[in-house]
C-alpha cells in the first residue's frame, strides 16, 4: 500500500494539485478533432490509492478503444488532471480541462461531494461526468443532474444486497463505525433499518472524519458497547488503520461478525494480512464472473499489469468509459447533448453482464455482491457468497431527481 501511495503523493508535488500530467495526449491520441476525456482522481490523503487506481483503468479503456481505431473514426484522448478530494479543487481541475483543454466528458471523480458539487457545474460547463466512484444516494435524488451518469451502485444498492444476508450473519448487537461523510451516513442510515427488519439491534454508532489516523477513542467505544457484531465504513488508509488498530486491542475477538462496506479491498490486503480473514464485504465486482466480456476484460488486464487481476474500483472505472464510449457509438458523435440523449435507457453487454442506463436519473442497473475474504492457497481473495440481481437491489427514481 505504501509503495504504491507515494507515486501518487510524488505526482501532486511534481503536477500541481489541478494541473494535467504529461503531454495533453497522455493515455490516448491528441489533436484538435479527439474525443477528449478529464479524469480527476485524487493523488493525496486516503484515497490516493483508489484515485491512482481508476486512472490507470480510464488509460487501460482508452488505450484499447483507440488500438481498436477508435470510435466513429475518432481517436480518445484521455487529460489527466488531479485533485486532493475536496469539491473545491475538483472543480477547479474540472474547469481547467473544459476551458482549456477542450474536454466534453469527465470520469474519475471520487467522492459524493464531489460529484454532487460537479454535477451542479456540469450544464454550465457543457460536459457529461460519468461516476464510477461516488456512491450516495442523493446524486441520483436531489443532486441528480441530466449531464450527470452514475456506473458504479448508488449505496442503496450495495447496501439491500448486502440487508439481504444480514439476518444469516452472526451477532444480535450491532455497533456501527463510518467515516464522516455522506455516504458513511447514509450506509449506516440503510443499516439500521436493515438491521431492525432482520430483528438485529444497533447499540452504536460513530463518525469519524475522512483521513484520521488514531482510532482509540473509536475503539474504547466500541469496546464498552459489548457489541457483538460490526458494520464498518472506513475507506483506504483510514480502513488500514482502524482494522491495524482494532487488533492491538483485540476488537475482531469480540465479534461474531466484522461487515465492511468497500473497507477491504484487494490492494489493501497485503497491508491487512490474515487478521481480516472470514471478514464480509459488499463486493461490487465480481472477478471471476465468467461472462464472455469480463474474462478477456480479465486477461487483458493481467497481461498488461504483471498477472494482477482488477477490483472493484479499476472494474468500475473501466465500465464508466464503456458507458461513455456506448452513448458516443449511439449518437454518432461526441456532442454532449446528443450522447446524452443516445444513453437514455440504452442497454449494452459489459463485463457484469447486461445493463441498462436508467432514464429517469442515469443509473445504471447491475447486480452487487457480497463476499468473505478467504485464505486461496496462500494469499486472501473474495469468495463470493451471495448475488443480487440490479433490478432486485435498485430503489425507484427519487421523486427528488429532476432531469
Given at each position: 500500500?505504501?509503495s504504491?501511495l507515494?507515486?501518487?503523493?510524488?505526482?501532486?508535488?511534481?503536477?500541481?494539485?489541478?494541473?494535467?500530467?504529461?503531454?495533453?495526449?497522455?493515455g490516448g491520441?491528441?489533436?484538435s478533432?479527439?474525443?477528449?476525456?478529464?479524469?480527476?482522481?485524487?493523488?493525496?490523503?486516503?484515497?490516493a490509492?483508489?484515485?491512482?487506481d481508476a486512472?490507470?483503468?480510464?488509460?487501460?479503456?482508452?488505450?484499447?478503444?483507440?488500438a481498436?481505431?477508435?470510435?466513429?473514426?475518432k481517436?480518445v484522448?484521455?487529460?489527466?488532471?488531479?485533485?486532493?478530494?475536496?469539491?473545491a479543487t475538483?472543480?477547479?481541475?474540472?474547469?481547467s480541462?473544459?476551458?482549456q483543454?477542450g474536454a466534453k466528458?469527465?470520469g474519475g471523480v471520487?467522492t459524493?461531494?464531489?460529484?454532487?458539487?460537479?454535477?451542479?457545474?456540469?450544464?454550465?460547463?457543457?460536459?457529461?461526468?460519468?461516476?464510477?466512484?461516488?456512491?450516495?444516494?442523493s446524486?441520483?435524488g436531489?443532486?441528480c443532474?441530466?449531464?450527470?451518469f452514475r456506473?458504479v451502485q448508488?449505496t442503496?444498492m450495495?447496501?439491500?444486497?448486502?440487508?439481504?444476508?444480514?439476518?444469516?450473519?452472526p451477532?444480535?448487537r450491532?455497533?456501527?463505525?463510518?467515516?464522516?461523510?455522506?455516504?458513511g451516513h447514509t450506509?449506516?442510515d440503510?443499516?439500521?433499518?436493515?438491521?431492525r427488519k432482520a430483528?438485529?439491534q444497533?447499540?452504536?454508532e460513530?463518525?469519524?472524519?475522512?483521513?484520521?489516523?488514531?482510532?482509540?477513542?473509536?475503539?474504547?467505544?466500541?469496546?464498552?458497547?459489548?457489541?457483538?457484531a460490526?458494520?464498518?465504513v472506513?475507506?483506504g488508509?483510514?480502513g488500514i488503520a482502524f482494522?491495524?488498530?482494532a487488533?492491538?486491542f483485540?476488537?475482531?475477538e469480540?465479534?461474531?461478525?466484522?461487515?465492511?462496506?468497500?473497507m477491504?479491498s484487494?490492494?489493501?490486503f497485503?497491508?491487512l494480512?490474515?487478521?481480516?480473514?472470514?471478514?464480509y464485504?459488499n463486493?461490487?465486482?465480481?472477478v471471476?464472473?465468467?461472462?464472455p466480456?469480463?474474462?478477456?476484460?480479465?486477461?487483458?488486464?493481467?497481461?498488461?499489469?504483471?498477472?494482477?487481476?482488477?477490483?472493484?474500483?479499476?472494474?468500475?472505472?473501466y465500465?464508466?468509459?464503456?458507458?461513455?464510449?456506448a452513448?458516443i457509438?449511439?449518437?454518432?458523435t461526441d456532442d454532449?447533448?446528443?450522447?446524452?440523449?443516445?444513453l437514455?435507457?440504452?442497454?449494452f453487454?459489459?463485463?457484469?453482464?447486461?445493463v441498462t442506463?436508467?432514464g429517469?436519473d442515469?443509473?445504471l442497473?447491475?447486480?452487487?455482491?457480497?463476499g468473505?475474504?478467504?485464505?486461496n492457497?496462500?494469499?486472501?481473495?473474495?469468495?463470493?457468497v451471495a448475488?443480487?440481481?440490479g433490478a432486485a437491489?435498485?430503489p425507484p427514481?427519487s421523486p427528488?431527481c429532476?432531469?
Amino acid at each position: 500500500m505504501q509503495s504504491k501511495l507515494l507515486p501518487a503523493l510524488t505526482a501532486l508535488v511534481i503536477c500541481g494539485s489541478v494541473a494535467a500530467c504529461g503531454a495533453p495526449g497522455s493515455g490516448g491520441a491528441g489533436g484538435s478533432d479527439a474525443i477528449k476525456v478529464a479524469v480527476i482522481p485524487p493523488s493525496s490523503g486516503a484515497l490516493a490509492q483508489f484515485g491512482s487506481d481508476a486512472a490507470e483503468a480510464w488509460k487501460f479503456a482508452v488505450d484499447e478503444v483507440n488500438a481498436a481505431g477508435g470510435i466513429n473514426g475518432k481517436k480518445v484522448q484521455m487529460i489527466r488532471a488531479d485533485t486532493d478530494a475536496t469539491a473545491a479543487t475538483t472543480l477547479r481541475a474540472a474547469r481547467s480541462a473544459v476551458t482549456q483543454d477542450g474536454a466534453k466528458f469527465i470520469g474519475g471523480v471520487m467522492t459524493s461531494t464531489e460529484n454532487g458539487a460537479l454535477n451542479a457545474q456540469l450544464k454550465g460547463l457543457n460536459v457529461l461526468s460519468f461516476n464510477s466512484l461516488g456512491k450516495d444516494d442523493s446524486l441520483t435524488g436531489k443532486d441528480c443532474n441530466a449531464n450527470a451518469f452514475r456506473a458504479v451502485q448508488s449505496t442503496t444498492m450495495d447496501m439491500n444486497a448486502l440487508a439481504a444476508t444480514l439476518a444469516q450473519l452472526p451477532g444480535d448487537r450491532w455497533a456501527v463505525q463510518a467515516v464522516d461523510y455522506s455516504t458513511g451516513h447514509t450506509s449506516a442510515d440503510i443499516f439500521r433499518e436493515a438491521a431492525r427488519k432482520a430483528g438485529k439491534q444497533v447499540v452504536l454508532e460513530q463518525f469519524a472524519p475522512l483521513n484520521t489516523t488514531e482510532f482509540g477513542t473509536y475503539i474504547s467505544k466500541l469496546v464498552a458497547s459489548n457489541a457483538d457484531a460490526l458494520f464498518a465504513v472506513e475507506y483506504g488508509a483510514d480502513g488500514i488503520a482502524f482494522v491495524n488498530q482494532a487488533e492491538q486491542f483485540k476488537l475482531n475477538e469480540r465479534f461474531k461478525t466484522v461487515l465492511g462496506f468497500n473497507m477491504v479491498s484487494e490492494p489493501l490486503f497485503p497491508a491487512l494480512g490474515d487478521k481480516i480473514a472470514g471478514f464480509y464485504n459488499n463486493l461490487g465486482y465480481d472477478v471471476n464472473s465468467t461472462d464472455p466480456k469480463n474474462t478477456a476484460f480479465v486477461r487483458e488486464w493481467a497481461d498488461k499489469h504483471a498477472g494482477a487481476k482488477p477490483y472493484y474500483v479499476e472494474a468500475d472505472s473501466y465500465l464508466a468509459a464503456q458507458m461513455l464510449f456506448a452513448g458516443i457509438r449511439k449518437a454518432g458523435t461526441d456532442d454532449p447533448a446528443a450522447v446524452r440523449k443516445a444513453l437514455q435507457d440504452l442497454s449494452f453487454d459489459s463485463i457484469v453482464g447486461p445493463v441498462t442506463v436508467r432514464g429517469g436519473d442515469h443509473q445504471l442497473i447491475r447486480p452487487s455482491y457480497v463476499g468473505k475474504v478467504v485464505d486461496n492457497g496462500g494469499h486472501l481473495a473474495f469468495e463470493k457468497v451471495a448475488e443480487a440481481p440490479g433490478a432486485a437491489i435498485t430503489p425507484p427514481v427519487s421523486p427528488e431527481c429532476k432531469l
